[in-house]
């Protein structure tokens, strides 16, 4: 059975929404990784939207393959479009899938500058046509799924860094750039300990600091990206792969036309 939507016809469109077929958008970015290829944030969910969509005889989109990437334009390759635009293009893709009979659409949306326009959109479909969207976020997935697989060993994790590098071993060997990679804290700015170019750790807690990549991380990369394995890989992307395709057989099952509860005054 199909579930790519462009290789299907009109007909296949339509007895797939009468079914109940979920329509899973992947949402990515492309952006400097360090030694991971640019495409890394939309290769993953796209290839997790298209396990779950063939394990359940759903329907996957192209990826939204562009996203919100301005602090890392420093980094030859990255291509960014605002957050408007994100969201424009997640509300429009939307409204076009209810309009041809999907109610329910789950989207696969990775990079965190991307989880914010995505939950405008979605809100602003809820209030347009009553249709609840769920979104899944690949980079949760691997941090609540890796389990042992890395040892633990948080040295390794981070943009540019595992569990990403073993991820693309596996869906796309000999695309790390191993020559290129090599383990890389992140950066200070000024004083303060940079968790990401939206974050710095004060005291007990983080604060808000926008800056641009380059001021985490020479490479647009931290971590360690040198060791990466296939089958640790192909291992973590079975986990998260079953769960995505777990949690939409359940999303088929709820009522995502569910009306509000009066408010009594």
């Known amino acids: 059975m199909k579930t790519y939507l462009p290789l299907m016809s009109t007909r296949e469109i339509r007895e797939a929404a009468q079914r109940g077929a979920v329509a899973l958008l992947p949402i990515g970015t492309v952006e400097g990784n360090g030694p991971l290829p640019l495409g890394y944030d939309y290769l ?55 309009d ?7 989207l696969l949306t990775y990079h965190i500058p991307n989880l914010y326009p995505v939950s405008t959109a979605m ?12 979104s899944l976020n ?12 890395f040892n633990n060993d948080h040295s390794v994790f981070g943009h540019g860094g595992e569990p990403g590098a073993s991820l693309l ?13 090599q383990p890389s804290a992140r950066s200070a700015y000024q004083d303060l300990e940079l968790l990401s170019p939206m974050e710095a750790r004060f005291g007990e807690s983080r604060v808000n600091l926008p800056v641009r990549i380059e001021n985490v991380s020479r490479s647009s ?33 709820m009522d995502a036309r569910i009306k509000p509860p009066a408010i009594a005054f």
């Open 100 to 106: 041809s009979g999907f109610d329910h659409i789950c």
């Open 221 to 253: 990369g931290w971590g360690d990206a040198s060791m990466p394995c296939a089958k640790r890989g192909e291992e973590l992307f079975r986990r998260m792969a079953d769960y995505v395709a777990e949690f939409t057989r359940h999303f088929r099952t």
């Open 44 to 98: 993953v969910p796209k290839a997790l939207a298209e396990e779950a969509a063939r394990a359940n005889q759903d329907v996957w989109l192209p990826p939204l393959t562009y996203g919100v990437s301005d602090s890392i334009l420093s980094f030859p390759g990255t291509v960014a479009i605002s957050p408007d635009l994100v969201e424009q293009y997640v509300e429009t893709l939307a409204l076009g899938l209810i």
């Open 169 to 181: 071993e596996y869906l796309h060997p000999g695309s790390v750039r191993l020559d290129l990679a």
């Open 123 to 134: 809100r602003t479909v809820r209030k347009k046509t009553g249709v609840v969207m769920a």
């Open 138 to 149: 690949p980079g949760v997935l691997q941090a609540d799924l890796r389990g042992d697989l």
